[in-house]
């Protein structure tokens, strides 16, 4: 309820009043999700919400998951692999392997090096443990906690204030939040059920963790984040803090001037006319993005937030460190 | 030889495949929709498609039944099909509890499998199962023959090759020599009841508790029957992908990343020696023919033009930008065709309106479908006219 300090807001109705939080609700949090279907950015946003965090003096660990290593694409393209690097001042990058996250849970677990090696070269053991449903979804958020923990379980494990995860595409994205719930469920009792319940109940801790959709604004996207946007809430239970409407095009063009420029393209021949045709695109493009956006606003009850559409051939580091400066 | 109807001669299947994000949905789409307006009849299977495109379809319900997209409802949309257009959308899990039910010796142990917890998680959630279930329902449309042409959307995975890897991985935890251990009567199952564990045993016990352990032992043996007849089935499924009436479509997007993607899909499609049949890029910008973005005349004739020097110069950079990525477009492409060593690779331009309606599905088609020099001129018109 940190929007209500605000005097001004006091008049706003309660809509609004989320639409104006800013961007420290999200970053004050200990753990966010980045997440939303394929090919929207969500590696660039969870990058560039990292690198705001550091640059707010936040000591903070963008974690990729299923060893896609986007992330550190983006910084140098080396492969960070299961390590803690550090990118920038601040700033750490892991890329969390299943294998590796199951080797140090079960090692954590034992306290035994010899014992652990011992489990992990019993047949019995490396069959079950491929066998069980969302084990390796499972043991992936259990390292994300482990991450998130102020007092780290590893040794010599450095505290962060903020640990950022470029989840998983939607489809398999909400599967990924409930595994721990649905593995409590089936474990029924012991060690793993517990574990499990500790895990569902930092994900559903609304004040400590949250949620970044990052949407596009075209028809498909736009109905989708609508889709999860109600699923987080609802089914999960996670909290739901922003939605990033990414690669929105500038307004570059009125409507008038839209006009002239179409007659433009009709008289004009060479290239006068490809630039007076490529304008008309523009406006044609960013006018319906807005009308996208306006729709996603009306079904979600989400602050929408927008990103610009950043004309670069790659989008690098750089890219990121623009979008840093734009997130709120 | 470049039109999507060229590719897809004598083929009984199309396979569209690529990483999230690409429109592979609406590509399926268009697909089956050109192919049916040339008189066959076609049937696309697709998972969970965005509403608008489903209500388009005139498909309401997620049932796992092909329904046939009306006639009328596509006339209205000013889309002429001489062949049938049937959709369906594919549900993974009733999927997979059919195929138990067909394998199931006799109805006991099919209401077993059923109604173990453990079946019930993998079948909807075990990572690749929603991908084994897609080429399962592809086959059983296939064996029924009521078809012309089947395409498939595969489902929206990370990694597109999660799909060809799903048969294997699925297979492999069903069957599997370990799973015999089970099995036997001195096997795992009976190790856990009784008191002869060994120390791996006790240690995976104290880690993952004893329910666990249990549940899966008892699921294995609800299932012991079935192994051979999914482990059959598989090898056709498999054998069905790779057959040469099938064929692989990669879809990707125009960017750096996709396109590296595309590249791996396609090494890997070939190392398993599935029929590739060529990628589709969407969302392509066209550069201006013979243009470019940065030529320095142009600020000074566009504000001859337009009488308005600051429209001028937006409007100039504006077409500087679009160049820009036009360029990195075309060099990705180059790029992808030369790894690819293949001419096939049909571009599908960034259109002004993003595509969610039969309409749209159209006006794709009229790239898809065009021969090269057809679609060449087309490209032009869009860059200049």
Redesign the interface.
């Known amino acids: 309820l940190r929007g209500y300090s605000h005097g001004s807001s006091l008049f706003l109705p309660p809509r609004e009043i989320a639409r104006n939080c800013p961007i420290r609700e999200l970053l004050d949090k200990r753990l966010v999700f980045v997440t939303g279907?394929?090919?929207?950015g969500k590696t660039t946003v969870a990058v560039a919400l990292g690198l705001r965090a550091a640059a707010e003096g936040k000591r903070t660990i963008v974690c990729e998951v299923?060893s896609?290593e986007?992330a550190s694409r983006l910084f140098d393209h080396t492969e960070v692999g299961f390590h803690e690097v550090e990118m920038e001042e601040n700033l750490w990058s892991i890329s969390i392997d299943p294998d590796e996250s199951m080797r140090e849970y079960?090692l954590l677990?034992?306290k035994v090096r010899a014992?652990r090696d011992?489990?992990f070269r019993?047949?019995?053991?490396n069959?079950?443990a491929?066998?069980?449903?969302?084990l390796?979804e499972l043991v992936t958020i259990g390292k994300i906690w482990e991450l998130a923990q102020p007092d780290r379980k590893v040794k010599s494990g450095r505290t962060y204030d903020l640990v950022i995860v470029d989840a998983?595409?939607?489809?398999?994205g909400i599967?990924f939040l409930q595994t721990p719930r649905?593995f409590a469920?089936?474990?029924?009792?012991?060690?793993?059920?517990a574990q499990a319940r500790q895990l569902d109940r930092l994900i559903t801790d609304r004040d400590h963790t949250g949620t970044a959709i990052v949407a596009l604004p075209?028809?498909?996207p736009v109905?989708?984040t609508a889709a999860l946007e109600q699923d987080l809430r609802d089914e999960v239970g996670v909290a739901v803090d922003r939605i990033y409407m990414n690669g929105l095009y500038p307004e570059?063009?009125s409507k008038d001037?839209a006009a002239?420029?179409a007659q433009?393209?009709e008289?004009?021949n060479?290239?006068?006319?490809?630039?007076?045709?490529?304008?008309v695109?523009?406006h044609?493009?960013a006018r319906?993005q807005r009308a996208?956006l306006a729709r996603l606003r009306r079904r979600v009850q989400t602050p929408v937030k927008t990103l610009p559409f950043l004309?670069e051939?790659?989008l690098g580091v750089e890219a990121a460190r623009l979008l840093a400066r734009r997130l709120s | 030889m470049s039109s999507v109807s060229d590719i897809l001669d004598r083929k009984d299947i199309c396979i569209c495949a690529g990483s999230g994000g690409v429109g592979k949905t609406t590509t399926s789409a268009a697909i089956a929709t050109g192919m049916a307006a040339r008189g066959l009849k076609v049937c696309v299977l697709t998972i969970d498609p965005a509403k608008r495109l489903a209500d388009s379809l005139g498909l309401k319900e997620l049932d796992n039944q092909a329904r046939q997209v009306s006639p009328e409802l596509l006339a209205a949309q000013g889309v002429e099909i001489k062949g049938e257009l049937w959709a369906m959308m594919l549900d993974a899990k009733a999927t997979f509890d059919e195929l138990v039910a067909r394998q199931a010796p006799d109805e006991e142990s099919r209401d077993r499998v059923l109604g173990n917890r453990i079946y019930q998680q993998i079948s909807s959630a075990l990572a690749g199962s929603q991908e084994y279930m897609a080429m399962e329902k592809l086959f059983e449309l296939h064996s029924e023959g009521r078809y012309d042409l089947l395409v498939l959307d595969t489902p929206p995975s990370r990694n597109a090759l999660d799909f060809l890897d799903a048969p294997r991985r699925l297979t492999q935890f069903i069957e599997g020599r370990s799973l015999r251990m089970f099995m036997r009567p001195t096997g795992l199952a009976a190790r856990v009841a009784g008191r002869g564990a060994s120390v791996a045993l006790g240690v995976l016990r104290r880690i993952v508790g004893f329910d666990l352990i249990a549940d899966l032992a008892e699921f294995f043996n609800a299932f012991s029957g079935m192994v051979d007849g999914f482990q059959a089935r598989a090898k056709r499924v498999n054998s069905l992908l790779a057959d040469p009436h099938t064929c692989f479509l990669v879809v990707c997007g125009p960017q750096g990343e996709p396109i590296d993607e595309a590249v791996y899909f396609h090494r890997k499609l070939v190392e398993a020696k599935l029929p590739f049949g060529g990628v589709i890029v969407n969302k392509v910008h066209y550069p201006a023919e013979r243009l470019r973005g940065d030529d320095p005349d142009l600020p000074a004739a566009l504000a001859r033009a337009l009488g308005d020097e600051d429209l001028a110069q937006r409007t100039f950079e504006n077409f500087s930008d679009y160049q820009a990525l036009a360029e990195r477009d075309a060099a990705n492409i180059e790029r992808l065709a030369e790894e690819m060593r293949s001419r096939v690779v049909i571009r599908v331009p960034y259109l002004d309106e993003d595509v969610h309606d039969l309409a749209g599905l159209a006006e794709i088609n009229r790239y898809l479908f065009a021969s090269n020099a057809e679609r060449t001129a087309l490209a032009a018109r869009l860059g200049e006219a």
């Open positions: 279907k394929g090919g929207v299923a896609q986007n079960v677990q034992l014992m011992m489990l019993s047949r019995i053991f069959y079950l491929a066998a069980t449903p969302g390796k998983p595409a939607t489809g398999h599967g649905t469920a089936i474990a029924r009792v012991g060690p793993i059920h075209e028809e498909m109905n989708e570059l063009f001037e002239r420029l433009i393209a008289a004009e060479g290239a006068v006319r490809a630039a007076a045709r490529a304008a695109s523009e044609g493009r319906s996208q004309f051939p790659e």
